[in-house]
DNA sequence: GAATAAATTACACGCTTGAATAATTTTGAA
DNA sequence: TTCAAAATTATTCAAGCGTGTAATTTATTC
């Protein structure tokens, strides 16, 4: 964690640091992407300044440049990044799903997969929560930009995931599947990246920090929803 | 809408705009608020300048200062606006409903009294919409400032709504209704506010401008999942 | 070992930002 | 009528912004 010593010389008497390549592998692009995206998560694209970052990444602002060319690049590297792991996850699981003998998939099944991919990294600490932040912020962020990445992040996944509810619950009709699927995204997102909502309102009680008791929670209520009007009741 | 002639002034021949106190009634606060409204809902707080909204409300830039102080001033007076308009119209709703004869309310009826203010501002269009999307983003915006801010405005509403839940779902245990709330709360705004996820997963088929539909899918989902575990299953 | 490419820093540029101040005009009360 | 308070604009300020450029050092290749 502690990224001290990059250029590991000990007795430099140079007042000022040391410019050009350093020697050993360099502290690379993923630095500068790991600590933007914390910072992105927590102020926002507009709140976040190029300063912020290549200090917090220990690393000249102008190194920005060079590896990314402008600061709305990196905003869409970093958002990719954390997108398409979401989404390359998330459709492995549902392969796995579907490739599996014995029926088709229950709608808990369905469920969980979709959500496994966000509860693993909420289980990271507070990096993985600033990573869920950063998606969860996409709805909003740079306006004409980030549609189209959040198109290309989300839109075949999602789509999968819809096709596969729709044969669990066969009942449905299309249309409310898909308003469904916005109703189910908007509480997972909302619910774990919560700020402090659930311990206001429960005087502390309850904490959205539990990540099993997350997946225990909100499982339940997002399948009752998904049933709701429908024959199907098990267990 | 269109906050033309602020003056009233028609054959002023000066080049320069006149200072001083304009006559007739002023421009109010009120012009600033409103516009400021609208783009801290479309851009954010870190993305909004004073300037932006001083252009927009067609007003300079001091006079901001003189009546707010200063932006986060200006901020909070925004959002305690709307934030206390939802707020008050709920607690309407819900007396109204515990006050009524016949019996405690029916779920769907408390969720539907919760809803209901917003769906209202979501029927007046971009500037309903717009509102909403301030609200929306509270979630994540200047950390410290609005944390607060949020406990005053949601914190006792939505406790009582949450008893009202409890109280018409009384098989479920405390800390489950808490987290059913959050997942509500979720699903609701980032279906009310969604820009254009429901387009593009239904292909053009479904759309979230359409107050009335929204109600009619988001009221069963929710209810749904609110009974999730639970016998009751009306209709 | 010389030459080239890669990685890094320092620094400067023009622009925008939030804030502050001073000047000005109008209103309304004495 | 006079005058203080209120409402408004013009202008200025220092700080911070994203970006661009040149200099510098290291690693690699021939």
Request: with cysteine.
């Amino acid at each position: 964690m502690t990224a001290q010593a990059p250029t590991m010389r000990p007795a430099s008497r140079r007042k000022t640091v040391r410019r050009g390549r350093p020697p050993g592998e360099s502290p690379t692009p993923r630095q500068i992407i790991d600590f933007a995206e914390a910072a992105f998560a927590a102020r926002g694209y507009a709140g976040t300044s190029l300063r912020d970052i290549s200090e917090g990444a220990r690393v000249n602002p102008a190194l920005i440049r060079y590896y990314f060319g402008s600061k709305e690049k990196l905003f869409c590297e970093v958002v990719l990044r954390r997108g398409r792991q979401v989404t390359r996850e998330r459709i492995r699981l549902l392969d796995e799903l579907e490739r599996r003998p014995g029926g088709p998939a229950e709608i808990e099944e369905i469920v969980h997969a979709f959500l496994r991919p966000v509860a693993e990294m909420r289980r990271e600490g507070p990096s993985g929560l600033a990573s869920l932040r950063l998606i969860a912020r996409l709805q909003s962020e740079p306006q004409a930009l980030i549609r189209e990445l959040r198109r290309r992040i989300w839109r075949d996944s999602t789509r999968r995931y819809i096709a596969a509810i729709h044969r669990a619950l066969p009942e449905l009709d299309a249309a409310t599947v898909y308003w469904r699927m916005i109703a189910l995204i908007g509480a997972y997102i909302y619910a774990i990246t919560d700020a402090n909502n659930l311990r206001l309102f429960s005087d502390g009680r309850c904490s959205s920090d539990d990540v099993d008791e997350l997946l225990r929670q909100l499982v339940p209520f997002l399948c009752g929803g998904l049933q709701a009007g429908t024959a199907s009741r098990p267990s």
